[in-house]
Structure formats: structure tokens, C-alpha cells
């Protein structure tokens, strides 16, 4: 009879047990979304218009004076960069060598060039020539030459290609060229008839 007791006892503790509300610490979770920034460098270079230039002399007045610039000897080029930039220009030989006598030769710098800006980013001193603010022509000298060297002021040159419209205006044989690159004279009869040809490679890359 004491073990049915014990057993009763023991069946009404596990009841009373049970019937008691439990309380457990609250459940909480977590979870984690990774977010990342990639920049991916832009930097591209677009010829848009002059891709070809060349220069024709069949008048007297052109073997005394030169051609000088004018619309049809424009190259147009844009840059579109996420990063201030710098510009590289200049021939791939060391002279203009004919097509029809490749033993012709005629000395780079007969042909000048000088840069000016049409975007919306103004370029000052950037722009390098003798007198180091774009005065003046600079004659064609061998690959590479450092035309645009610094970021304009005062944000840089980093922007798309409407901040970035560089426009190449190319010469040839002029007196002011000839004066600012040392020719003692314009091209005359010492010059073998010819077309002189070189390739102006132009390179853009991260200041």
C-alpha cells in the first residue's frame, strides 16, 4: 500500500509540474547582407572628327606662306574619364617619310599644331608649347610628348565627354611655325616632290 502512495504522490508532482507555465529567455536572429562599392575606372579617348589630315600644296603662295590653320585642318577629340587624366601625342617616325620614294624624307616639325578647348572644362596652363600656355604652334615631334600634363584647376579634369572637347588646329610650314621651331626657311625646290606621310599617335592615360 506505501509504494500506491508513493506512486500517487509522485504522478500528482509530475501534474502539478506540467501544469506550471514556463518562462524562456526571448528568441531573436540575425541575418547579414553584404552591400559593396565597385569603381571601375573609365577612361576612354574618341577622335570625332579629323581623322585624316592632309596637307596639299599646289599654289606658289603656299611654298612662300605656308598653309595655315583653318576648319579642314581640325582634329576633334573627346575624353570621357572617372580620374584626372593627362594626354600624350606625337608621330610614330622620326620624319614624314614619301609613298612614292620612301628615301624622301621631310623633318616632323614643317607641320604645327596647337590646342584649344570647346567643352565645358577650360584648360589653362595645362595645355604645353614652347611658350607653356598655349601661345603659339609647336612643331610634330616623335611619340611621346607630353601635351596635356596636369588636371585643370581648380576640380580636375575627370567628366564626361562634354566637359572634355579638345580640338587639335594643325598647320603647316608657316612663318610663325618656322619662327618657333628653328626652320631657316619654307619649303622650297631643296625638298623632293612628294607625299610625306606619318602616323600621330595619341594616347590618353591616368594622371
Not at 573627346?78 to 609613298?99: H, K, P, Q, R
Not at 596635356?148 to 579638345?166: H, L, Y
Request: glycine content about 6%; overall charge negative; hydrophobic content about 40%.
Amino acid at each position: 500500500m506505501k509504494s500506491v502512495k508513493i506512486l500517487k504522490y509522485s504522478l500528482l508532482l509530475i501534474i502539478i509540474s506540467c501544469s506550471i507555465p514556463s518562462f524562456s529567455q526571448p528568441v531573436s536572429d540575425r541575418a547579414v547582407v553584404p552591400v559593396a562599392v565597385t569603381l571601375n575606372q573609365i577612361l576612354r579617348l574618341n577622335v570625332t572628327d579629323g581623322g585624316n589630315i592632309e596637307f596639299v600644296f599646289n599654289r606658289i603662295d603656299q611654298y612662300q606662306n605656308g598653309i595655315p590653320n583653318s576648319a579642314i585642318y581640325d582634329t576633334r577629340l573627346t575624353v570621357a574619364s572617372s580620374t584626372a587624366w593627362e594626354l600624350n601625342m606625337g608621330a610614330e617616325d622620326a620624319t614624314f617619310i614619301g609613298t612614292d620614294d620612301p628615301s624622301n624624307t621631310l623633318d616632323l616639325d614643317y607641320v604645327g599644331f596647337q590646342l584649344t578647348d570647346a567643352g565645358n572644362h577650360t584648360f589653362g596652363t595645362e595645355f604645353i608649347d614652347a611658350a607653356g600656355a598655349n601661345a603659339a604652334a609647336v612643331g610634330l615631334a616623335t611619340y611621346p610628348v607630353s601635351v596635356i600634363t596636369s588636371a585643370a584647376a581648380p576640380n580636375g579634369n575627370a567628366g564626361d565627354i562634354t566637359d572634355n572637347i579638345i580640338v587639335i588646329n594643325w598647320e603647316c610650314n608657316t612663318t610663325g611655325l618656322n619662327t618657333t621651331t628653328g626652320n631657316n626657311a619654307l619649303i622650297d625646290e631643296t625638298i623632293n616632290p612628294d607625299r610625306y606621310v606619318t602616323n600621330v599617335l595619341l594616347d590618353v592615360e591616368p594622371n
